[in-house]
Each structure stands twice: as C-alpha cells, then as structure tokens.
C-alpha cells in the first residue's frame, strides 16, 4: 500500500516541491518518518496520530514509513503534518484520489485535526505556479498570502476532513480563494508618521530629500533630543511607493521569517526596522543552522535604522559591508548557502560625543579630545565610506519648537523625490542593476557624472583638504548627480558639487576631534 502527496520546503526565499511518500506493511506496528526531518517533523507522528483518530479516521495499525523526498536537505517545520496524514489515509485506502500528486498540500495539525497557519505560503505559491500544478491546499489564514500569486487557484482548508473531502470528490466544491493583488496592495498603502509634524531642521530635512532620491546611504550627527529617530521613522512616507513587483519581492523575505501578520496578503508599505544596539551579527546579516533573513534582509526595499551607532558592536557594523555594496548577503553553512536580498537604504544617528554636547553652543561638554576621538572611531573608516550623506543635527530652538506653523508635507517631499527617482529610471534604461544613482558603477559615473573644470578644481581641493579616498569621491559624484537631478539640471555644477562635499565634511571634523 503505497500514495504520495506533495508538499514544499523553503530554503532561504525558495520553496523546492518535497513528494511525501508513504508506505504502510502489515507488519509490527511501527511509525517511522525519513528525508532528514528535523525534530518538529519527528514529533509530527503524534499529531497525525491524533488528528487521525479525532477527525473520524483509523490509523493503521501497521508498520508506516513515510518519507521525505528529496532527502538530500533538511526538512524543517510543522508544515508537513498534512500531506503526511493524507498520505497515510490514501496508503490506508481511506481516501480514494488519483489527485494527490497534482497539488501541494501545506498546514500544521492539532489534535483534533483543525489546521493550524505555516510560514512561506508566498514562495510556495510561487513554485507551485512556476512547477505547472494545479493548485495549492493551505490554512484559511495563509490562504490570502498564497493567493497574491496570479494564476494559482488557492484552496484554503480548515481541518484534515475538510482537505480529505476535498480530494474524494471528483468535481472540486471547495471555492477557490479569490483576491485582488493590486487593490490589495493598494489599499494597504498608508503612512503614519509625516514630516508637517517635525519642527524646524530644514537642512536636516534638504539633506534626507537629497538621500530618499537617489538613495542615498546618511548619517545624522547630533546632540541627544534633536529630533534625529523622530526625522529617520519618516523617511519611507518620502520613499517612492512600493510597485507591486517590490512589495511581492519584501513579502517573500517576511513570509518565509514568518513574520507577514495573519489575514495579510502583501507588505504594501516599505520596511522599517530598527535593531537595537545589542543585536548579534547573525541576527543582523540572517543565520541559524538552516539560514533565516536578517535585519538588513527584512529591510528589503526599505529603510535600516541603526540608532545610536557607536554602540553598536565593532564586529555587528563590519558584516555590514559586504551587502551595502552588493545588495545581496549570501549566508554558507556546512551543507547549505543561502542568497537573501538586502538591497535598503541604511539611515544611521549618533551623538557627536558621549555625553552629547560636543559642539553644542548651549551646553558644555564634558569629554576629553581623546575620549570624543575613542568614540567617533568606533565606526570604522571602510564602514563610514559606504555612506554617503553625513549631516549634523543641531538641537532646535525654542522659537521653532512654539511654533504653530506646520512643517513641510512628506507628500510634498516625495513628489520631488518621486520626480528624481523618474529621471534616474530614464536615463539608466537598459543599465543591469542599476535603478537608482546609488547604485551607479564606474562605467556610468564615467557617462553620467562629468564635470566642469570649476568642478574638478573644487573637488581636488576637497580631497585633499578632506583626506578623502577614492570611494568617497564616487560618493560625492552620485550625491552630486542627485542634488542636480532635484534641480532639473543635466550637468553637474559646481554649487551641486559643493553641497555633496559637504554631506562628507561633517564626520571628518568629529573624528579629529
């Protein structure tokens, strides 16, 4: 007596199709599960047993060997426990389908055969549609999430009876799961926080514009109480709003973390996450012994906000690198690597000194030279290149703070944004990975970054004075680039060349103390 079921693992934001296999011999009575299964599908002979027993069925009393295939990963996760009990229904002879290997079948059991929701019904959706199958059977509060996937008939099931009725007929009652992508996702679109409620910092304010439009790494400099995490958890309501491709994209990384909130079809809105200054490397960058995303990998399409930056620990800021460089973070294991994606904006706050009034005109600081020097080095040179606006907060004035007047809208700020980001999508068309000035390459700084001689005289003196390297003199081009593209300019000037060079200048005069 012989079925088999198909269901699906993730590995990183991938789903591979697993055939569940089972086989039943009259024989001593025996239950066993192989494939690699990790502990949580071990246990899941228990509440298949249960489930089985409590939704009416017989459990066989003979030997069952049920396996997990292909057996050359590991199997992880409770996701398992219904195409393992109708495996064993149909090998039993209970259930009479020729279906069961036409469609995936995902949920976890409880005891009395209810189905309980699984993590990374997204990406399963998505192998199910690129495999050619004829649909996906999950749990009522996965099925919204799965079926944001056109063209994938998604069936939601609430109990094992309810997933074992639906095989035995052979004119499929059960509805399908019908969802607008779209409307869905536009109609999650929403920005709490606005820049109209921060008073006063309108350079503070030019210098996150230049940033959210050519995306643009920053760091803010400045004394505690300035306003610096009130500015950076309103930068996505300035942000372009997600397209669709990016919010499938984001939703991939949250579903399979399984962190996208129950009845949510899609992330609409782009990631903010801010670690605190504890977090582990592995918890940054994605780990564990079968590899979960990370934080950067979270804040995909998004915004990363590391507060407090010097705290952060040396080795923490290090891993971040590699995968600010190439959007990408791979994490290698003994038999597995893994790819994410971390293509986000990273937003950084500090204060200039540690007690936080160094070059504050109304407070006094208490640090040493050397003590604000220590401090500032924390955050290595190679790490503080790869950023490309640094800007000094000043602590804001009792006149601006009693102010009735409201700030700027960021709907207003985005339109700009959103004009810049237009032109930047123009004019690198047919550039491979290149979508914004960000992520321009020498081939295209060469094209699209020419200077005057004014300018190259301008920038010179910069570099020298600044002891500046070579990356942070791509930077200031692309902040440069950015700065004209705000402008409606084609050519890059020598006021848009100095206002880069003075998104460098800040760090450099708290480092030398």
Do not use: W
Not at 165 to 180: P, Q
Not at 343 to 355: E, G, K, T, Y
Not at 403 to 428: H, N, Y
Request: glycine share 8%; proline share 5%.
């Amino acid at each position: 007596m012989f079925s088999k079921v198909l269901s699906c693992a993730t590995i990183g934001v991938n789903a591979h199709i697993v055939q569940v296999e089972t086989h039943i011999e009259r024989t001593i009575p025996r239950f066993f599960i192989v494939g690699l299964p990790d502990n949580a599908v071990k246990e899941s002979s228990e509440r298949v047993f249960a489930a089985i027993k409590n939704s009416g069925y017989r459990f066989p009393n003979h030997r069952i060997t049920t396996s997990l295939a292909p057996a050359d990963f590991k199997k992880e996760g409770s996701a398992y426990d219904l195409s393992i009990a109708l495996g064993i229904l149909a090998a039993s002879e209970q259930l009479d389908s020729n279906d069961l290997g036409e469609y995936v079948v995902l949920g976890e059991l409880a005891l009395d055969g209810a189905v309980r929701p699984v993590h990374g019904s997204l990406v399963v959706s998505m192998e199910v549609r690129t495999k050619g199958l004829r649909g996906l059977l999950v749990p009522v509060s996965n099925a919204k999430e799965a079926a944001m996937v056109e063209g994938v008939p998604v069936y939601p099931i609430k109990s094992l009876k309810a997933a074992a009725k639906f095989f035995e007929e052979k004119k499929k009652s059960l509805a399908v799961y019908e969802v607008n992508s779209r409307d869905e996702f536009l109609k999650c679109q929403v920005h709490l926080s606005d820049f109209s409620d921060v008073k006063g910092q309108e350079s503070v304010k030019r210098a996150l514009e230049v940033a959210a439009s050519g995306g643009h790494n920053i760091i803010m400099i400045g004394p505690p109480g300035s306003g610096k995490t009130m500015l950076a958890k309103r930068i996505p309501s300035i942000l372009p709003p997600l397209t669709l491709e990016e919010a499938l994209d984001t939703t991939k990384v949250y579903s399979v973390a399984g962190l996208l909130p129950r009845n949510t079809g899609l992330v609409s809105n782009r990631p903010f996450r801010s670690p605190h200054h504890t977090i582990s490397d592995s918890a940054l960058v994605g780990g564990g012994s079968t590899p979960r995303p990370g934080e950067i990998s979270l804040a995909h399409h998004g915004v990363l906000f590391l507060d407090e930056l010097p705290e952060f620990a040396r080795n923490v800021l290090e891993v971040l690198r590699q995968p600010l460089e190439d959007q990408r973070v791979t994490v290698s294991r003994s038999k597995l690597s893994v790819e994410f994606p971390a293509s986000f904006m990273l937003v950084c706050a500090m204060n200039p000194c540690p007690c936080g009034n160094y070059g504050n005109p109304t407070q006094e600081c208490t640090c040493s030279s050397m003590q604000i020097q220590k401090y500032a080095g924390k955050i290595s040179g190679p790490l503080l290149d790869r950023i490309d606006i640094h800007v000094e907060v000043p602590s804001v004035k009792y006149v601006e703070l009693a102010s009735k007047r409201a700030g700027e809208s960021s709907e207003s700020i985005r339109s700009r944004v959103v004009a810049a980001r237009t032109l930047q999508a123009r004019r690198f068309t047919g550039k491979k990975g290149v979508f914004c000035n960000s992520d321009m390459g020498p081939a295209e700084l060469r094209e699209f970054c020419t200077i005057d001689g004014g300018g190259a005289d301008l920038l010179k003196n910069a570099m020298s004075k600044l002891g500046l390297s070579a990356r942070a003199y791509d930077r200031i081009l692309k902040v440069a680039r950015t700065i004209a593209d705000l402008a409606d300019s084609d050519a890059i000037r020598a006021e848009h060349l100095a206002e880069a060079i003075q998104y460098r200048s800040l760090d450099r005069s708290y480092r030398s103390g």
